[in-house]
């Protein structure tokens, strides 16, 4: 099985159903591709303003 990598940058929010089928929605993409996904997710609480 081959390996893709997928990163995701941004604000997690833990009451987001999105945020917390992310996860579940790559090893099912996984499954059904027949790959391997290495998610690395950096959650930020940064706020950049001008």
Do not use: C
Not at 12 to 35: K, M, N, W
Not at 36 to 45: R, V
Request: no cysteine; proline share 2%.
């Amino acid at each position: 099985m081959s390996m893709s990598k997928i990163g995701l940058i941004g604000d997690f929010d833990a009451e987001v159903a999105a945020h917390i089928a992310i996860p579940q929605a790559i090893q099912l993409a996984s499954q059904d591709l027949g790959r391997y996904f290495s998610l690395n997710a950096q959650h930020s609480k940064i706020w950049f303003t001008r």
